[in-house]
């Protein structure tokens, strides 16, 4: 059980729902992401996690290769891959964490925390304009070749940049969520003591954001003569493992005291 006063909810089930009279109630709103309340809001559509993540993938993926083909901008077709199942894999990450996160006898200040403050799409617009400043301003007034004239050419095809923007914002907006996952994670191992089962499980969550910040340094490649990229993304990487890192281990140290 969790220290600190917090309301006690309906029993939950793996996949994150309530029970109440025999009855699977599907979370509200304010306890999901919010590429999770977009999906859940389209009206007259039920798809589970597993098709929408597929039609993730291969509705990018298909566009990259058409794209690609077209123009002949075969470099540019791998990262753009990489980036699209970063962010599928993303998704994926965070569907896990919430169906985690609900599943657990957690207090509800540390789920509205971490589901309905929204502050991980604030953290994901501020890494987006950021990647957006350095791409667009910083690297064609710094660098001998911009990453992207070296990827779409002197002349980027219009659907091509188009596309480029969207695929970035979805891999910003998931680095969004990875950064507030971790951070309210670390919140929540100092402010409240868990039993030894609900601890195993929140861990779980835990190794989820860990496992899909390493998963990022698949964009290493691609940037070994962009220092600055190159760094924010070791450095983000560093950091997310380090407070998340914190937050697994703060429980145990916490509990054997």
């Known amino acids: 059980m969790a220290g600190g006063e917090h309301d006690r909810q309906p029993p939950r089930q793996d996949d994150g729902t309530a029970r109440q009279d025999g009855e699977r109630v599907p979370p509200e709103y304010g306890e999901t992401w919010v590429y999770e309340s977009i999906i859940g809001a389209l009206p007259g559509i039920h798809i589970s996690p597993t098709v929408a993540l597929a039609i993730q993938f291969v509705g990018f993926e298909v566009a990259i290769l058409l794209l690609a083909w077209y123009y002949q901008l075969w470099t540019a077709a791998i990262a753009g891959t990489i980036a699209v199942a970063v962010a599928t894999v993303g998704s994926a990450e965070m569907l896990r964490i919430a169906r985690v996160t609900r599943g657990e006898d957690v207090p509800d200040a540390y789920r509205r925390l971490l589901f309905s403050s929204n502050v991980e799409v604030v953290l994901s617009v501020l890494a987006y304009i950021a990647l957006i400043t350095h791409l667009f301003v910083w690297d064609p007034q710094t660098a001998t070749e911009p990453l992207v004239t070296r990827l779409f050419g002197t002349e980027p095809p219009i659907l091509v940049v188009y596309l480029m ?78 407070v998340t890192g914190l937050a697994v281990a703060l429980p145990e140290i916490r509990s054997e005291n």
């Open 165 to 242: 923007l969207l695929i970035l914002w979805d891999v910003c907006y998931r680095i969004g969520t990875g950064w507030w996952a971790s951070i309210t994670a670390l919140w929540r191992s100092a402010r409240f003591r868990f039993d030894a089962e609900t601890r195993r499980s929140l861990r779980r969550a835990d190794l989820e954001a860990f496992g899909f910040g390493l998963l990022q340094l698949a964009f290493v490649p691609f940037l070994l003569d962009q220092p600055v990229l190159l760094a924010a993304v070791a450095g983000h990487v560093i950091a997310v493992s380090t």
